[in-house]
């Protein structure tokens, strides 16, 4: 059976840490969207872990990894990342695969995903600008590359100069691209790739008729979902629950658990609309007690109060079992607390979170006004022992949105998460 965990908001929320909590139950771990645009930083046995690319199931040496076909990679970033656990003792050999039917995101994709980005100018996505925009763009438009056409030299090397081609087309010098040189580099790659790259649909078949545990870890959030998030504001895949099943092969009658994750306040980093952001000491005070900065990009995160339209709305979308909060000892010195409960247009709400940004500019955020509890929750235990009030806002939060609260996250390493029976 399958757990799925996703992101409620706009990533960030902190999934990592219960994908490390929960991959020591499991038998596979998997990625099946997004590339190395996402990042997660991980706490485990006093030693921090950061994963872009690879399943954060490496930390548990019993646990097999695969990266789905509707992944995008970037070769040079997937060996690093393995060389990098390799140097803190992780032995990931014979631990990870990725599907044959992954598209490659070349270095000529990255420096397409900046010239773009570029002529954007004010209006600009606020990418990573690691590629994975223009690899789906490739993907989409049945130029890119697979991982399976690596091992095919004379294929490979054609359809890298004629991508090559078509972008010089377009750009012209603005591109200072060596194609030769990407090519000569492959030519060492394809003999290191041979031992990870599989037809990961055998695996997944006897995974399912062997009754195996899955974990499949979601990148990015909902709200950057290319088809429910704010477009064209949003990341280039499916973030949510329908990229898990294109993504992977998966099978939906093997699906028993999907949790959302939600951090107790809001974040987004790059561009694009944020309701309940605070453009103000609320919102720095959060940055710096959060830390928000991003484990990918460095750059600092914004920040608001929770937004319970989002995570209803995600919610309406991702048919959650069970939610995880996180980070909710940032909130520990806050002596009142807000919550984003409404939006609203020409003085009536929405029912829900709108697909034109045109109206997002125009709404007013309603807000209701909860206690803080200024009492230091980290270290606690159980979620009795918690204060009154930070109980409040965890039972606030099921009650609007509709969904239990199983995880309480209070701390950056594994032992700082409360679970509830």
Request: hydrophobic share 35%.
């Amino acid at each position: 059976m399958a757990t799925v965990v996703i992101g409620a908001q706009w990533g960030d929320e902190g999934k990592g840490k219960l994908v490390d909590i929960l991959c020591n139950t499991v038998d596979v771990c998997a990625r099946c969207q997004g590339g190395n645009n996402a990042g997660h930083t991980i706490v485990a046995n006093g030693m921090e872990y950061d994963f872009h690319i690879l399943p954060s199931g490496l930390v548990n040496p019993k646990c097999l990894n695969v990266i789905g076909s509707g992944v995008v990679v970037h070769v040079p970033s997937f060996f690093k990342e393995l060389e990098d656990l390799g140097k803190k003792g992780l032995n990931t050999d014979e631990r990870i695969f990725i599907s044959d039917r992954a598209h490659i995101v070349f270095d000529l994709h990255q420096m397409v995903d900046g010239l773009e980005e570029v002529q954007l100018g004010a209006l600009n996505i606020g990418t990573t600008r690691k590629g994975i925009g223009p690899c789906y763009s490739t993907k989409a438009s049945r130029s890119g590359v697979r991982m399976a056409e690596v091992f095919d030299q004379e294929l490979f090397e054609k359809k890298l100069r004629k991508l090559a081609q078509s972008y010089k087309r377009q750009f012209g010098n603005l591109l200072e691209y060596d194609v030769e040189r990407e090519i000569e580099q492959f030519g060492i790659y394809r003999e290191k790739l041979a031992p990870y790259v599989i037809d990961i649909i055998p695996l997944m078949t006897s995974i399912h008729a062997t009754n195996k545990k899955i974990l499949v870890e979601g990148a990015n959030a909902i709200m950057l979902d290319l088809d429910y998030g704010t477009y064209p504001f949003v990341t280039s895949s499916n973030t949510g629950i329908g990229g898990v099943f294109t993504g992977l092969g998966l099978s939906p009658f093997k699906i028993e658990t999907i949790v959302g994750v939600v951090k107790a306040y809001t974040t987004r980093v790059g561009s694009g609309p944020m309701p309940s952001e605070q453009s103000n000491a609320v919102g720095e005070k959060l940055q710096q007690a959060g830390r928000e900065v991003g484990v990918t990009t460095g750059r600092k995160r914004r920040c608001g109060w929770l937004d319970l339209v989002v995570v209803k709305y995600s919610a309406a979308v991702n048919h959650y079992t069970s939610l995880n909060l996180t980070k909710l000892d940032i909130l520990d010195n806050f002596p009142e607390l807000q919550v984003a409960t409404e939006y609203i247009v020409d003085g009536k709400p929405l029912e829900s979170f709108p697909a034109d940004l045109s109206v997002l500019k125009q709404i007013k955020v309603k807000y209701e006004m909860l206690p803080g509890w200024d009492t230091p929750t980290t270290g606690v235990k159980s979620y009795d022992d918690l204060p009154e009030n930070a109980r409040a806002y965890v039972e606030y939060i099921e009650k609007f949105v509709g969904v239990k609260i199983k995880y309480i996250g209070i701390g950056p390493g594994r032992q700082n998460m409360i679970t509830r029976q």
